[in-house]
């Protein structure tokens, strides 16, 4: 198979204006797309990385929500300071960063 990306990241930004549900875009969606381009172009890595912004995931009540394929894993509640880790661990070394991982029923 021959992909356009190796790897290929959706970051929710999806602004929703509602009290009664949150949305990712609310709480820092696109601080996330800006932090991930910050650590990726730190490591200068020799992959086809594409980092975009998406809308809704459909797993608004665990956002901030981000999808990566493509393994098409699915990390929620992620907080900037998180990226740092989901690059090295998820993106270098091909490990899942297990806490942040969606898993059935969350
Ligand atoms: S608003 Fe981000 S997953 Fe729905």
Known sequence: MNNVFDIHIFICTNERLSIEKKSCGEQH??????????QLNAQKLPLKIRTQKSGCLGICQFGPTI????EGIFYVGVQIEDVKEIVESHI???TLVERLVLKNGH
């Open 29 to 38: 969606g696109l601080n996330l797309i800006a932090e991930f381009k910050t």
């Open 67 to 70: 999808a990566i394929y493509p």
């Open 92 to 94: 270098i070394n091909k």
